[in-house]
């Protein structure tokens, strides 16, 4: 058996022996990259979005890569994800998007971690960090998150001036930058401008107020592709990067390589009569003569129940249909129309075999969810392959 070498997060090799795999190709990350920023242009920086372990793609692995490619930023959910780069020895500002603890203040302070900053709790905090006896003269770098119609964290776009010139005013505050996110980018284009109106008022009459704030963005990946306004001058895309599509009509904009594909082989096979049924429920029972084989792979590993069914698998160069449902740790596929299928077969869930290809985005509408969603559940029980 092919036994499968992985780096594990202290860089210790270890080999696993599990016949199901994801595949990282480092190279379609750099592709996407360099598309991804030639489009936005050259006065916009690029904060490129690893948080979730970069969409599960690796966040140490992505961001090296993304660092030797110059990215002016990173972006994380948590201090967690920002620590765990520094950890390992990432250089690049990175900026946590969530909405952090006082108690994370001074981690975040100590590595070199910016902030989002939208409540008051934080900035007593940093103000109290900077009195305090061994941290006078500190700057707890941040950029301010303003809410313009997503209504989760961010100071509303009303009191955001307000809020601002607090901070600015703030010696122990580096008021790096600026930031809105939109709700509903590329589905409701009314709204999105509203977003957008508010958020370039807001610009102006900060301007007029004499701050100056170097960083000022709104562009997710939607944005970054087809709302040019939005760029200002950093964009913050996250799904395109891995070359995925939030829309079915982006292939005609960008060109992109998806990043991941996710293998497994096959451990079982069997013949089926006509009239026997299949996995948890029966809810499919054979119809003819045929093949089954089984695929250590189920939904603790992230392949969604909701493609029970459904969804279709490549081997041999050909589609094979799931049938039964998905169980925790396997999954049945059909196989009786394909010659040869032997236990040990490479199976291609994700990802493109032959001339065919099983692109992410149509699992997961199958499965009546979203491609971030999909790509996130993929569990740590899947071991990474870096290509
Ligand atoms: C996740 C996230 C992004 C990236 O979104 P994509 O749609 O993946 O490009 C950008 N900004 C914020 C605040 C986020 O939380």
Redesign the pocket.
Known sequence: MKELTVKTRNGITRTRYRPTWAEVDLKALEHNYIKVKRLAGKDVQMMA?V?ANAYGHGTVEVSKVLEGMGVNYL?VATTDEAVRLRDHGIKTPILV?GSVLPEEVRIAKDRDITLTLCNHDILKEIKALAKSEEDRGIRVKVHIKVDTGMGRIGVWHEDALHFVKEVSNEKSITLEGIYT?FSSAGRDEFFTAYQMESFERLLAAIEKSWIKIPLRHAA???ATVDYKRAHLNLA?????IYGMY?KYTFPKLIKLKPVLSLKTRVVFLKDIPPGRSISYGRTFISQRHTKIATLPIGYADGYHRGLSNKAEVLIHGQYASIVGKITMDQTMIDVGHIRGVKIGDEVVLIGKQGHHEIRIEKLARLAGTIA?DFICAISNRVPRIYK
């Open positions: 979005v948080k972006g998007l996110h997710n990946s939607i913050r895309p996250g799904l395109i939030p971030y």
